[in-house]
T-cell receptor
Framework: GAGVSQSPRYKVAKRGQDVALRCDPI?????LFWYQQALGQGPEFLTY????????KSGLPSDRFFAERPEGSVSTLKIQRTQQEDSAVYLC?????????????FGPGTRLTVL | AQRVTQPEKLLSVFKGAPVELKCNYS??????LFWYVQYSRQRLQLLLR??SRESIKGFTADLNKGETSFHLKKPFAQEEDSAMYYC??????????FGTGTRLTVIP
């Protein structure tokens, strides 16, 4: 079956540009997560949705980062006025319904390079 | 504060040798712990989780609350075990805290 998909897989942006990263979760998955993975580091939590509701955005590093999931399915992570420190792999994950100890299913990631 | 420490960035073992990937955590409550794995050119995927107390691909992990550890073990390493391994903690919230990962190389 189809897993979590993300697009684009690679994105190069000039400093100051806005970018939008897309995540298509597994069909029927209620919970959706975004993570940022810098080179040589583990993934770091950015934000969490349950359906269309953004229940936790405590990991977003600045107000330049914005995420939405308007219809409770596809999600978009937007980064405004990109900076070099935004260069990272952005991972999306989904789960059927979040429960303690539940499995998250990850997408392939989008590698963002800011020049 | 929640923290996951994987002290080894790189670990090499010979095929057939035992392997142990270390993970220590810091959390004031009762955590849920996971091992995620990323094989070459594949996406991050769940290997095993404490709550299930299962053995996957010959790997096991025991939660030691006294030592705050969740080390991953396998008695006989195989070449296909070569991958990046991440220990992760779910601390009562709806997200995972990951360690920095250990790259395991199994030498034929």
């Amino acid at each position: 079956g189809a897993g979590v998909s993300q697009s684009p897989r690679y994105k190069v942006a000039k400093r100051g540009q806005d970018v939008a990263l897309r995540c298509d979760p597994i069909s029927g998955h209620v919970s959706l997560f975004w993570y940022q993975q810098a080179l040589g580091q583990g993934p770091e939590f950015l934000t969490y949705f349950q359906n269309e509701a953004q229940l936790d955005k405590s990991g977003l590093p600045s107000d330049r980062f914005f995420a939405e999931r308007p219809e409770g399915s596809v999600s978009t992570l937007k980064i405004q006025r990109t900076q070099q420190e935004d260069s990272a792999v952005y991972l999306c994950a989904s789960s059927l319904v979040w429960t303690p100890g539940g499995e998250q299913f990850f997408g392939p990631g989008t590698r963002l390079t800011v020049l | 504060a929640q923290r996951v420490t994987q002290p080894e960035k790189l670990l090499s073992v010979f095929k057939g040798a035992p392997v142990e990937l270390k993970c220590n955590y810091s959390y004031s409550g009762s955590p849920e712990l996971f091992w995620y794995v990323q094989y070459s050119r594949q996406r991050l995927q769940l290997l095993l989780r404490h709550i299930s107390r299962e053995s996957i691909k010959g790997f096991t992990a025991d939660l030691n609350k006294g030592e705050t550890s969740f080390h991953l073990k396998k008695p006989f390493a195989q070449e296909e075990d070569s991958a990046m391994y991440y220990c992760a903690l779910e601390g009562g919230a709806n997200n995972l805290f990951f360690g920095t990962g250990t790259r395991l190389t199994v030498i034929p």
